[in-house]
C-alpha cells in the first residue's frame, strides 16, 4: 500500500505545472518573482520527497521488527499512508498559494522625484512674490466708468488748461469715489492746483493720494510734486524728508531731474 502510494504521489507531483522558465541574466521585476516563487516551490517538492523517503524507510523498519510478532498476533503492519496524505495535502495548498501570486502583477515601481535646487527653489519663491505684488496693486480697467471723463480731464491738464483740468479730477474723484481712476484723478488735481499756484490744497491732496496704493511711477510722481510743493511753502523739513525716500527708488530720467532741481533748492544737510 505504501509503496504504491509513493508512487502515485511522484507521478503527481510529476505532473505539477512548475511554470519553469529560463531565467535571463537581466530579470524585470515580474521575472525575478518568478524565479523565486519557483525556488520556493522546488523547495516545497524537495521536503516532500524526504518526507516520503523517511515514512518508507519507517515502513520498512517496522515491517522487519514486526515479521516474527505476525505469527503470534494477527495485526497488520503499520501503515503510513496517512502521514504521505498530509503532506501532499500541504505540498498542494503550497502550490496553489504561490500559483495565485504568479497570477498577481508586479507592484509598480514608485517613481523617485528629482531633489530642487536651491536655486530652482529660489527663483519660484521670487516668482511667487512678484505675482502676489501684481494681484494686489491697483488695476486700472479701461472699462470703468470714469475712463472717459479721465481722458478728458487728462488732455486738459497737458493743454496747460488747469483750472478745467481741475475741476475735472475733482468730478471725477466725486462721482466715482471707489473707482481706479480716482486715485490717479487726486494725484493729477494736486498737479493742476500745483501748477495753479494754490501750493496748500495741492500739498493735502499729495498728501492724501499717498495713503493710498498705487503704481511706483505715480507714487514717485506724487512725492515729487509733494516735494516741490513742500519748497514753495518752505518747509524745508519735509522737503528734505521727500528727497531722502525719493533717492532710493528708481527713477526715470525726468524724475530724476526733477529730483536733483529740488535737492538745489533744499540744501538739506548731509546724514
Known amino acids: 500500500m505504501t509503496k504504491s502510494l509513493y508512487c502515485f504521489l511522484l507521478i503527481?507531483?510529476?505532473?505539477?505545472?512548475?511554470?519553469?522558465?529560463?531565467?535571463?541574466?537581466?530579470?524585470?521585476?515580474?521575472?525575478?518573482?518568478?524565479?523565486?516563487?519557483?525556488?520556493?516551490?522546488?523547495?516545497?517538492?524537495?521536503d516532500l520527497n524526504a518526507s516520503l523517503e523517511k515514512a518508507h524507510e519507517?515502513?520498512?523498519?517496522?515491517?522487519?521488527?514486526?515479521?516474527?510478532?505476525q505469527t503470534s498476533t494477527s495485526l497488520p503492519a503499520p501503515d503510513h499512508s496517512e502521514a504521505?496524505?498530509?503532506?501532499?495535502?500541504?505540498?498542494?495548498?503550497?502550490?496553489?498559494?504561490?500559483?495565485?501570486?504568479?497570477?498577481?502583477?508586479?507592484?509598480?515601481?514608485?517613481?523617485?522625484?528629482?531633489?530642487?535646487?536651491?536655486?530652482?527653489?529660489?527663483?519660484?519663491?521670487?516668482?511667487?512674490?512678484?505675482?502676489?505684488?501684481?494681484e494686489l496693486a491697483p488695476k486700472l480697467a479701461t472699462g470703468t466708468p470714469a475712463?472717459?471723463?479721465?481722458?478728458?480731464?487728462?488732455?486738459?491738464?497737458?493743454?496747460?488748461?488747469?483750472?478745467k483740468a481741475a475741476d475735472a479730477f475733482g468730478t471725477i474723484m466725486n462721482e466715482f469715489p471707489s473707482d481706479p481712476y480716482a486715485v490717479k484723478s487726486r494725484v493729477h488735481l494736486a498737479e493742476a492746483l500745483q501748477a495753479l499756484g494754490d501750493f496748500t490744497k495741492a500739498e493735502d491732496m499729495y498728501t492724501e493720494a499717498l495713503k493710498t496704493k498705487m503704481d511706483d511711477s505715480l507714487m514717485i510722481d506724487c512725492r515729487l510734486g509733494l516735494l516741490e510743493v513742500n519748497l514753495a511753502l518752505n518747509k524745508a523739513s519735509e522737503?528734505?524728508?521727500?528727497?531722502?525716500?525719493?533717492?532710493?527708488?528708481?527713477l526715470t530720467e525726468n524724475q530724476l531731474k526733477r529730483l536733483k532741481d529740488s535737492q538745489g533748492k533744499a540744501h538739506c544737510k548731509k546724514p
Do not use: H
Open 84 to 134: 504521505i496524505v498530509d503532506a501532499l495535502k500541504n505540498l498542494t495548498g503550497r502550490v496553489e498559494i504561490l500559483e495565485k501570486k504568479l497570477e498577481q502583477p508586479a507592484p509598480a515601481k514608485l517613481v523617485e522625484q528629482a531633489p530642487v535646487s536651491p536655486k530652482a527653489e529660489l527663483d519660484k519663491i521670487r516668482e511667487d512674490a512678484e505675482k502676489k505684488a501684481n
Open 147 to 163: 475712463v472717459a471723463q479721465y481722458d478728458q480731464a487728462n488732455a486738459l491738464l497737458k493743454n496747460k488748461e488747469y483750472k
Open 12 to 46: 503527481t507531483l510529476a505532473a505539477l505545472p512548475l511554470k519553469a522558465a529560463e531565467v535571463p541574466s537581466s530579470l524585470s521585476a515580474k521575472e525575478q518573482q518568478v524565479k523565486n516563487l519557483e525556488e520556493q516551490l522546488k523547495k516545497a517538492v524537495d
Open 239 to 250: 522737503a528734505c524728508s521727500q528727497i531722502t525716500i525719493l533717492q532710493k527708488e528708481k
Open 58 to 69: 519507517q515502513g520498512e523498519g517496522a515491517n522487519k521488527d514486526q515479521l516474527s510478532e
